[in-house]
């Protein structure tokens, strides 16, 4: 295999404390090493250049049912941003919801080797996972929808945390995925029949429970399965104003769970969870007091969900926020419910500058970005494609790296959201360490990955070379010149092996798909009783529900030991 | 002998995938829960009409050939022509699916599938407005108001009302149904049930079919009974109908009329006609009154909507009047996809390109633009020079004018059976039955995705779509890299 050494960069490796410091990275066989026989490696010179891990993304809608109805719908979307073929790629279509190609390449372009999809109907994990393998470049790894699904309703109801452990780890390695994923918990079973839940502790008809039943049964029996993410969570009425008063309600619920200083549960999309305000006339943000709380406990992650201001396409599993989003817009609507488990829904959205609310979305993830003391706690996002396209990420990092560019883009936002903004007050500028914890450390480091996310000896040789000279130019004001670095890797490297040259994919790799084989003391009983309740519970029999192996192209199953 | 549990049959787009099947000396001999058309498949796929051998037409005739001899053939027709079409794809699987597009990419040509002729408006209406849907099992469990429109699943998806609709049973609507029909059909055959449920229709209270003439003269019946209901839309009294609790029967092709008449009766507005659509206004009424009222339903539709007058708008009209009735209560609407896979084709071709049908890769790039770059548009102006058929039969089912513009050209057809394409063709490559010799995977009309499997194995020699592509794509770049050899050489 290829020994690499990457000479003399700028090396930002935050997990291990490397903050900027000059030195070498040896890769030998896919990893990092200590060192490697110089004459016989190939050296890239990064003299003057950034080196960081391969970027991670701890969510980002890129592939399955949801994703995919987004594309159909979509092709006004495709024509203004079309790839060619060329001798190693293949051809496809961009902007906000790209074929699986490309979305590949983009993120490998800039320096990314690692994403989370973060919304998996279970019914339809293969398709999830025929797209994650059509998906060049990454690993990847996806969540499946848990937080409706009625076994988990009904055991958390009859208080029998064991059994519940028990099927959430059948159905994680069933689906192949890598973590608990929970959308408006209760919400969703409620919108089979087109309600919804407007509290932590409204009650899901029919069943007996509330949303904080499920989050917190949900966090404990995350726990119990030792699983290495922890539970990950789109809150109750999110996208609504006054929702930050449910979200502290949802930290609150969570305390209860927590020990020590470890997170129990990760908040996704702050934004779109962080609104104050009674109605959308007096909507403003709540990044105050979510991050003072948030400040004071240890318990929490999030990722931002940054708002770009272009044309997107949203697309959650919270079928009826996209309603409400239908009825606001009156644009094309899909709504896909999932029988036993979920629901769905797409819109597709024109984030404007000059819109009071838009521009005041767009502010709120900054702020929360920004008052957040610990960066370990945050992690950069757009919540791809909701907030934005995955592809403006350099866009966020300029916003955060520099005061003058969101000065910038603040100055052209509508006037009462300029008034009602928080970032006038900020003087936070981020680092490049920083940076480099929000977009890779802090993520593989929340994700329990401990090969991703750092260039120690042992780690995945996964890494991203910038053209960023840190000795050379004030990040903050040459904002401009990062936003283009980030955007376009001089290098990326994926196990080892170059993949992009200056910009340019310059090898096609697969990329693993990595899900959890959690084993617990007893597992599911798969007898007749259960494939009756199955025929009960779904329209499929029960063996046709798994993803099978020959489903994921490059599995990498992480063997799980659970405490049940 | 074995049994072979939880095979999902390969034929409509009802996807059923509980079918046992008893094989023995490699041949299917017993099938069991599948309806008549799954059962005579199973039973009779290796009928006369299945092609032996690869054959490549020479002096007009078809004469068989070596595999190799074929698929150098196909590869070569492929590699040089300039507008090729790769067409078909609905009845095969999504991992034949998936080298179809890269096939259709590395030559520069047009993928489409039979989407163009069936349920391509339903396509075009839900990028116009979006659809509110769900999958089959949320109907089952949860629908009280059943609505098939232009569609006969008694017919053409025989299990569709027993495995996900009105006979079924589900978490918030029971039925007496189900135990029913368990009952006789373990005790009798097809036709047994058959009679049996239309003497139970009419056994049920309050649900009684309306026919045409009756309706005209009988007051309107309450549609406000118990538990699920089952109301038919048509312009003809099917099999279906003769089962609803309400049937209406619309004049041909006014079905635009007719969903634009309740979408005005649902905003509560007064229609000042007696009749829409030879309907009397009442009786919509009626419909409409069920529709706001229901907790859950549901319209499924099939190609009495899409392939009648208005089309592409009747199906825009069916999917707002099911926005608006998400404003009042739980609405969805699913279309009624034929063949087995055709779901799948949409699916799969999307994913990679970012379209559903009618992808033209021509400029290096995947382009998109129905009434330009689908098959039928190209066919009919005569633009193809070569014409790639994989699992449809265009010969039998195309307007004669791309037929024979498609017999003109180069034709390649992959299929397992001698079907009217076939005899056109100047290569056929036999292929093995996907989800009964080769496996692969499928998509149901509700996308839910379902393994196929391979339960004998194909005849002597037979490979399966999805490896006759494969080595047609890997025949095609080693013809392309030779070219351009040479080319640097000269
Ligand atoms: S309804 Fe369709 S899928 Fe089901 S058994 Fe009959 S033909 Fe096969
Ligand atoms: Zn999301």
Redesign the interface.
Known sequence: MTELLIKNGFVFDPINGINGEKMDIAVKNGKIVKSVNERKAKVIDATGLTVMPGGVDIHTHI?G?EV??G?????ED?VKD????TALT????GYS?????VTGYRYSKMGYTMIMNPSMPP??A??TH??LN?TPMLDKATYPLLGDW?FVLEYLRKGDLTECARYVAWMIATTKGYAIKIVNPGGLESW???RNVRTIDDQVP?FGITPRDIMCGLAKVNKMLNLPHTIHVHTNNLGLPGNYLTTLDTMRALESVATGDKPVAHITHLQFSSFAGNDWGTMRSGAEEITKYINAHNHLTFDMGQVIFTDTTTMTADGPFE?TL??LSG??????????ET?GG??PFHYKRNNAVNATQWSIALELALLVKDPWKMFLTTDHPNGGPFFAYPKIIAWLISKRARMATLKKCHKKAQKLSLLPSIKREFTLYDIAIVTRAGQAKALGLKDKGHLGVGADADIAIYDINPEKIDIAKKYKAVRRAFGSAAYTIKDGEIVVKDGEIVKHVDGRTIWLDVKTAEQVKVDEEMKRRFK?????????YPV?DH?VKVSCPLTIKADV | MVVVKSVTCPICGSLCDDIELTIENNEVVKVKNGCALCESKFLGYKGEHRIKTPLIRKDGKLMPVSLDEAIHKAAEILANANYPILYGWSSTSCEAQRIGVELAEEIGGVIDNTAVVCHGPSILSVQEVGIPTCTLGQIRHRADLIIYWGCDPWSAHPRHLERYTAFTEGRFEKSDWKGYIQKVKAAAGKKKIESAVRRGVVKRPKAQPMLQHELVNAPPPTLMKEGRKLIVVDARKSMTAEMADYFIQVEPNKDYEVMQAIRALIRDQELDVDKVGGVPVEYLEEVADAMVNCNFGVIFFGMGLTQTAGKFRNIEVAISLIRDLNKRTKFVIMPMRGHFNVTGANVVFTWQSGYPYGVDFSLGYPRYNPGETTCMDILLRGESDATLVIAADPGATFPRRAVEHMAKTPLIVIDPHMNATAMLGDVVIPSAFVGIESEGTAYRMDHVPLPLKKVVDPPKGLLSDEEILRRILEEVRAIKAKKMREAEAA
């Not at chain 1, 079309?82 to 073929?85: E, I, M, N």
């Open positions: 592939a049912a995919n109805t594309r159909l719908m979509r092709p495709h079309v790839v060619r073929k293949r051809s496809g279509v919801v790209p074929s699986t190609f019914l339809e293969k398709h025929e797209e059509d009625w089979g029949f087109g029919y309603f239908y009825e644009h094309k609507w899909v709504n896909s419910d999932v029988e036993t629901s797409i819109i009960e519970y779904w329209t499929v029999e029960y063996d046709n099978f489903y």
